[in-house]
């Protein structure tokens, strides 16, 4: 049998393997929550151990280009169910301005957009549009799957303001306003440990943990100020995954004494001791020449090989919004 073959086993395998686990969410659906605390002991703890492995001598090879065909604005965050693709976007109709001083708590004006969630087969081919937002909260961040529901925050276009909490149900993409909280929350997962939820906030300088009534548990601040992550994921046990960017300052050489480059990267984060476990750089280019790693991001493990899908670019960079795949294999200390 072929290593291709084996791997499209293992990867069905892992899918049926991801919707089994998730059955516990399935009856507290019914009731019109989703579950919990979930017992996940058994899940898989290979995406952790690989991530563990990668450095800054990983071989990361582009293997396809996905390109999608219908308007995707600003890309934010990406979601793969067995299904469908879930991308987040955001729609720029009037740009924020910043303030010459700042008034009210708020350092530029709201702006004005629409907040989409857009629906894909698998082979992206558009499904559904979904309108998320109310009022100035217009801005979907990052997005995570966790074998029943898409979340998604949609915030202001600000820091220091207030988002929504969305959860979308990935089979019949009924939408449920879960609560809202008082600050820019620009991406958000699951703990399928405890059941709850941590998001980042604007720049990804602080998280905070709720369960799913929307009550706080906990707030930390990031200790590390490598990037700002983007788009993140859960990965058993209790760790988030997140990829992300910032842009630093360049030699006026390159282009004047406001020249920046864009520095991308990828995080592992414990959820337990809310630290940051393994950090790593990731400077790979999109066909607009953005880092890879600039908003939707997710990977996932088949025993040594890794598989890291991003979608880069905005509908009217480049080539459009392509969802790029870059695969590379390591060895993990088992």
Request: net charge negative; glycine share 10%.
């Amino acid at each position: 049998m072929s290593r291709t073959r084996q791997r499209k086993i293992i990867a069905a395998g892992m899918a049926a393997f991801i919707a089994l686990t998730a059955g516990g969410a399935v009856a507290a659906q019914a009731a019109g929550q989703p579950s919990g605390n979930i017992d996940h002991h058994d899940v898989t703890t290979t995406l952790a151990t690989d991530f563990d492995a990668v450095s800054r001598s990983t071989s990361w090879q582009l293997t396809s280009k996905q390109k999608l065909n219908f308007p995707t604005y600003h890309t934010e965050g990406i979601a793969f169910s067995p299904d469908h693709i879930f991308l987040s976007a955001v729609q720029i109709i009037e740009p924020t301005v910043k303030y010459p001083t700042p008034q009210n708590g708020f350092d530029r004006t709201p702006g004005k957009g629409v907040g989409h969630l857009f629906v894909m087969d698998r082979n992206g081919s558009l499904q559904k549009d979904i309108t998320l937002g109310e009022g100035d909260m217009y801005h979907p961040g990052g997005i995570d799957f966790d074998g029943t529901n898409v979340w998604v925050p949609v915030a202001q276009y600000r820091p220091n303001s207030s988002a929504i909490i969305y959860r979308v149900d990935a089979g019949t993409l009924d939408v449920q306003k879960q609560f809202e909280v008082p600050d820019h929350f620009g991406g958000i997962v699951r703990d399928l440990q405890t059941g709850h939820l941590v998001g980042n906030t604007w720049g990804s300088r602080r998280f905070a943990e709720w369960n799913l009534q929307g009550k706080q548990l906990a707030t930390w601040d990031n200790p590390n100020f490598f990037i700002d992550y983007q788009d993140c994921q859960y990965v058993p046990n209790s760790k988030m995954l997140c990829g992300g960017v910032t842009n630093l300052p360049q030699t006026p050489a390159a282009g004047g004494s406001s020249a920046t480059y864009e520095l991308g990267g990828m995080a592992m984060i414990d959820l337990t001791s809310q630290s940051v476990i393994r950090e790593v750089p990731f400077q790979k280019w999109s066909t607009a020449g953005h880092v890879a790693t600039r908003n939707p991001f997710k990977m996932t493990a088949d025993g040594d090989h890794l598989t890291l899908k991003v979608a880069p670019d905005n509908g009217d960079e480049g080539n459009g919004t392509e969802i790029l795949t870059y695969e590379a294999t390591v060895s993990p200390t088992h």
